[in-house]
C-alpha cells in the first residue's frame, strides 16, 4: 500500500526520489517524506502530511543533498496520518534510517522489550519499532567489522519480527551503503551501471533503469558502494537473476485527459486490443494461451475451476464464472480470495485454481495462492503486471497486458480480466462441446470488441455526463443487474462508492422484490441493467415496479428492444452485441456514471479517500 523509492549511485538522489514518489503516489498518499546525505552532507529527513507535491514545497525550500536517498509515500496503517508518524523513520540514536511498506505484526511485543532496555517511540508506528530494534542491534555488535555490522543489524532483527515488509534502509555511520528487504510485499532492486534504485515497483525509476532484480520474500539486498549482494536471511549468498523489462516511458503522461481514470476509460481499446494480441488459434475458432503450461490433455482433465481475486477482480471473475459455465460447461466457483485463504474449503481433486490480480500484489490474493498451492493444486495467474509476485509465484498463466493502471478505480484492467476470462472460456470451450463455427462466432465477437468499446465510450460520454449531472446529489443507488451483468451491477456500485463517496449496493434483478424494495421512494435512483435481450420483459417488469414507488430508473438497453418510456427516467442504449462481450460493453456507462458522477461531486477522481492502488495490507 505504501510506495518506497530509494537511490545510491553518483548523482544526486533528490530528483530521483521527488520523481518516483511522485509516480508511487497511488500506493499511498495520506502522507510523505525523504531522507537524504551521503559522505559530505549530513543526512536530513523531511516529511510533510498529504500529497507529494506538500513534500516537493517543503524541500525546495530546504534543499537537501547527496548521493543516497530513501523516499515513501504513506497509507496509514499503524497511527494517524501526522508528520511524526509519516516515512522515514529514525531510530532513537538516529543511526538506522528506513522506510516501510507492510505491517510488523509483533511490533508491540518488540516496542515493550526495548523499552525495558530504555529505548521508547516517538511516534505510533511498528515501523519505528523496526528502526529501534536495529539500531539496538547495530550497537551491540560493535564488536564486527564494520562493513558487516550494518547488514548483520538489518538480519538479525528481521529474523526477530513477524509480519509483512518491504524495507529500504540506511545507516548514518556508512553512507555508501543501502539495504533493502522484503517478506510479501513487493521491493526491486533497479541496476544502473553508477548506481541502483530500491523501489515498491519498476515505474518509480523508470526511465533510468531496465535492469531489474525482482527480490522474493525473506531475501535481503546489501548495496556497498558499485557492488550488490542477495542473501537470505540464514546468510546465504544467493546468484540474483538480473532481467530486462520492457516499459513505456509514457504511461503517467495524461495527455488530453484531466484524470488518469478518464485517461484509463478511453484507452480500454487499445488495452483491449493488446490484450487480445496474436492470441488466436490459426483456423480462428479459438484462443491460444501458452503461458498456462498445461497441454490440451492436462486442461481436459480438470473437472472444476475456482476462481479468486479481490474487489474489482472478484467481480470479473463472477463474469468468468457465467461464461466458462456456459461455454466451456466447467463446473466454476468463484471466492473472494480475503476468505478463501482462511476457509479451508473441501476442493475437488480435479481443481484447477486461477488467481485474479491486477498488480499482482494483492496480499489476500498471494495469501489465497500459497493456500492453493500448499494444497498441491495448479494454481494459475491471470495478472497485469510482468513479474509481479503473483506472477512469479504462479504456475502459469496469461497476462493481460492493459497497460499500467494508475487511477485507484480499476476500468480498463476490468474488462482486461474479463477479456482474458473470456478467451479462457473459449479456449477451453473448444476442447469440449463447442463446435467450429460458435468457436469463429466467439473469435469475431472478441477481435471487434476494440472497435465497439471505442464507439460505445464515444456515444455515451456525453449523455452519461448528463445523468450524472442530474443524479450527483442523491445520497444512495442501487444497481441492478441479472446473471452475467450481476457482476456488472456490483462493479458499478464498487466505482461509484470508491470515488465519490455515494452509497451503493448492487442486486439480482429479481432480488429486488425480496426486500431491498423497500428502499425505494424518490430519493433513490435504481441503475438496471438491461442491455440482455433475451431478459427484456423481466427487466421491464423490474423498471415498472420500481416507478411504481416513485424511484428513479436509469435503463441500460439494448438497440432494437424497446423500452416503454414510462419505464424509466433516463436510458442509454448500447448496441446489440455477442452474449460474451456484453458484460464489457455494460460495464463502459457504469465507468462513465461513477467518474462524472465523482467530477460533479468534487472528489479526488485517482486518489479517492482511504484506498491504496495496491493493498498489500490485511
Ligand atoms: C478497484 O477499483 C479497487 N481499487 C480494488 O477493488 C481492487 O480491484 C482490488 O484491491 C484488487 O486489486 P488487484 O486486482 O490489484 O489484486
Redesign the pocket.
Known amino acids: 500500500m505504501c510506495g518506497i523509492i530509494s537511490y545510491i549511485g553518483n548523482s544526486d538522489a533528490l530528483q530521483v526520489l521527488l520523481k518516483g514518489l511522485k509516480c508511487l503516489e497511488y500506493r499511498g498518499y495520506d502522507s510523505a517524506g525523504i531522507a537524504i546525505g551521503d559522505k559530505t552532507h549530513p543526512f536530513q529527513v523531511i516529511k510533510a502530511v498529504g500529497r507529494v507535491e506538500n513534500l516537493s514545497q517543503k524541500v525546495a525550500q530546504i534543499k537537501p543533498a547527496g548521493n543516497l536517498g530513501l523516499g515513501h509515500t504513506r497509507w496509514a496503517t499503524h497511527g494517524g496520518v501526522t508528520e511524526v508518524n509519516a516515512h522515514p523513520q529514525v531510530s532513537y540514536n538516529g543511526k538506522i534510517i528506513l522506510v516501510h511498506n507492510g505491517v510488523i505484526e509483533n511490533s508491540a511485543t518488540l516496542k515493550s522489550l526495548l523499552e525495558g532496555k530504555g529505548i521508547t517511540s516517538k511516534s505510533d508506528t511498528d515501523t519505528e519499532v523496526l528502526a529501534n530494534l536495529i539500531a539496538f542491534h547495530y550497537e551491540s555488535l560493535s564488536a564486527l567489522p564494520q562493513e558487516q555490522r550494518f547488514s548483520e543489524s538489518v538480519r538479525v532483527s528481521l529474523l526477530e519480527i513477524q509480519g509483512t515488509y518491504g524495507l529500504a534502509i540506511i545507516c548514518t555511520d556508512c553512507p555508501e551503503e543501502l539495504i533493502g528487504a522484503r517478506k510479501s510485499s513487493p521491493l526491486i532492486l533497479g541496476v544502473q551501471k553508477d548506481g541502483f534504485f530500491l523501489a515498491s515497483d519498476v515505474s518509480a525509476f523508470a526511465g533510468h533503469t531496465k535492469e531489474v532484480v525482482f527480490l522474493s520474500d525473506n531475501e535481503m539486498v546489501h548495496i556497498h558502494g558499485n557492488h550488490y549482494q542477495v542473501q537470505d536471511l540464514n546468510n546465504g549468498v544467493l546468484t540474483p537473476v538480473v532481467q530486462t523489462i520492457d516499459w513505456d516511458v509514457n504511461f503517467a503522461d495524461l495527455g488530453s485527459y484531466k484524470h488518469y481514470m478518464q485517461k484509463e476509460i478511453f484507452e480500454q481499446d487499445i488495452a483491449l486490443k493488446n490484450t487480445l494480441l496474436g492470441r488466436f488459434s490459426k483456423d480462428g475458432s479459438s484462443a491460444h494461451l501458452g503461458g498456462l503450461q498445461m497441454s490440451p490433455h492436462e486442461l481436459r482433465q480438470v473437472d472444476r475451476i475456482l476462481l479468486l481475486?479481490?474487489?474489482?477482480?472478484s467481480y470479473a471473475c463472477r463474469v468468468g464464472e457465467y461464461l466458462i459455465e456456459r461455454y466451456a460447461r466447467i463446473p466454476v466457483e468463484v471466492e473472494c480470495a480475503s476468505e478463501f485463504r482462511y476457509r479451508n474449503a473441501p476442493l475437488d481433486k480435479n481443481t484447477l485454481v486461477f488467481v485474479?490480480?491486477?498488480?499482482?500484489?494483492?496480499l489476500d490474493?498471494l495469501g489465497a495462492l500459497h493456500e492453493a498451492r500448499r494444497k498441491g493444486f495448479r494454481s494459475l495467474a491471470i495478472t497485469n503486471v510482468v513479474g509481479s509476485t503473483v506472477a512469479r509465484e504462479s504456475d502459469g498463466g496469461v497476462y493481460q497486458r492493459s497497460g499500467p493502471e494508475i487511477g485507484?478505480?480499476?476500468t480498463k484492467?476490468f474488462t482486461g480480466q474479463i477479456c482474458t476470462l473470456a478467451m479462457l472460456a473459449l479456449y477451453l470451450g473448444r476442447m469440449r462441446d463447442m463446435s467450429f463455427s460458435e468457436g469463429c462466432d466467439f473469435v469475431q465477437a472478441l477481435q471487434a470488441l476494440p472497435e465497439l468499446v471505442h464507439e460505445v465510450l464515444e456515444k455515451c460520454d456525453e449523455p452519461m455526463r448528463q445523468i450524472a449531472h442530474k443524479y450527483a446529489n442523491y445520497q444512495h443507488c442501487f444497481f441492478l443487474g441479472r446473471q452475467i451483468l450481476y457482476p456488472i451491477a456490483q462493479e458499478g456500485a464498487?466505482?461509484l462508492k470508491?470515488i465519490s463517496y455515494v452509497h451503493a449496493e448492487a442486486y439480482p434483478t429479481g432480488e429486488l422484490k425480496h426486500g431491498p424494495i423497500a428502499l425505494i421512494d424518490e430519493t433513490m435512483p435504481t441503475v438496471i441493467l438491461a442491455s440482455d435481450p433475451s431478459m427484456l420483459q423481466k427487466n421491464i417488469s423490474s423498471m415498472m415496479e420500481v416507478k411504481a414507488r416513485k424511484g428513479k430508473v436509469i435503463a441500460i438497453g439494448v438497440e432494437g428492444a424497446e423500452i416503454p418510456k414510462k419505464a424509466y427516467d433516463d436510458a442509454i442504449f448500447l448496441p446489440k452485441v455477442h452474449d460474451a462481450i456484453l458484460p464489457i460493453i455494460t460495464a463502459l456507462p457504469l465507468q462513465l456514471f461513477a467518474y462524472y458522477v465523482a467530477l460533479e461531486r468534487k472528489c479526488d477522481v485517482d486518489k479517492p479517500r482511504n484506498?491504496a492502488?495496491?493493498?498489500t495490507v490485511e
Open positions: 481475486g479481490c474487489g474489482t477482480a485474479v490480480s491486477q498488480s499482482g500484489e494483492t490474493t485507484v478505480a480499476s484492467a464498487l466505482k470508491e484506498l492502488k495496491s493493498v
